[in-house]
T-cell receptor, first 113, second 110 residues
Framework: EAEVAQSPRYKITEKSQAVAFWCDPISGHATLYWYRQILGQGPELLVQFQDESVVDDSQLPKDRFSAERLKGVDSTLKIQPAELGDSAMYLC???????????FGQGTRLTVV | RKEVEQDPGPFNVPEGATVAFNCTYSNSASQSFFWYRQDCRKEPKLLMSVYSSGNEDGRFTAQLNRASQYISLLIRDSKLSDSATYLCVVKEGNAGKSTFGDGTTLTVKP
């Protein structure tokens, strides 16, 4: 069964450092999502791509976060500089198209110290 | 008011019980609806899509009420393994923006 791949699984970084997460969606999935999930809450959409284009980044803190999906396949989410409040699970998901169900990767658990 | 609201619970039920969760949404332009299951410290996994006519998958039944803007999930004959957090997801029609609820926690006890 095809899966969404994410790396790393866990990341500990010091505040003010840069950190990057990588996601490889299910092959053929045009839509890719990055979510942030804080314990006890549902995932919050940070950015959504349709192929290589951003279709929604309204909740992305653009002063420190950036995301790209240059060839419309895999994607990178970067935080620079990291802050203590960025500690969370970062989830990547993909879907065949914009209206269909999304499948999640295992996530990257970020701890900022 | 949140765009998607769920009763956080927790719902504590005995094995074999029937339990129902509701999820209300505020955006009338919403087109697609889903239920996900999330185990502790794991990623959400798709449980089922919610269709206008309702749908059933074994012990699970999902319903959509567009007039009142809510979706529901019914679990019959609860198993210990059903213990998890259940998240509803609402997608807009045009941009396909997905909004998750904060989840409802279910604990099934022997």
């Amino acid at each position: 069964e095809a899966e969404v791949a994410q790396s790393p699984r866990y990341k500990i970084t010091e505040k003010s450092q840069a950190v990057a997460f990588w996601c490889d969606p299910i092959s053929g999935h045009a839509t890719l999502y990055w979510y942030r999930q804080i314990l006890g809450q549902g995932p919050e959409l940070l950015v959504q791509f349709q192929d290589e284009s951003v279709v929604d980044d309204s909740q992305l803190p653009k002063d420190r976060f950036s995301a790209e999906r240059l060839k419309g396949v895999d994607s990178t989410l970067k935080i620079q500089p990291a802050e203590l409040g960025d500690s969370a699970m970062y989830l990547c998901a993909s879907s065949r198209d914009i209206t269909t169900e999304a499948f999640f990767g295992q996530g990257t658990r970020l701890t900022v110290v | 008011r949140k765009e998607v609201e769920q009763d956080p619970g927790p719902f504590n039920v005995p094995e074999g019980a029937t339990v129902a969760f509701n999820c209300t949404y505020s955006n009338s332009a919403s087109q697609s609806f889903f239920w996900y299951r999330q185990d502790c410290r794991k990623e959400p996994k798709l449980l089922m899509s919610v269709y206008s006519s309702g749908n059933e998958d074994g012990r699970f039944t999902a319903q959509l009420n567009r007039a009142s803007q809510y979706i529901s999930l019914l679990i019959r004959d609860s198993k210990l393994s059903d213990s998890a957090t259940y998240l509803c997801v609402v997608k807009e029609g045009n941009a396909g923006k997905s909004t998750f609820g904060d989840g409802t926690t279910l604990t099934v006890k022997p």
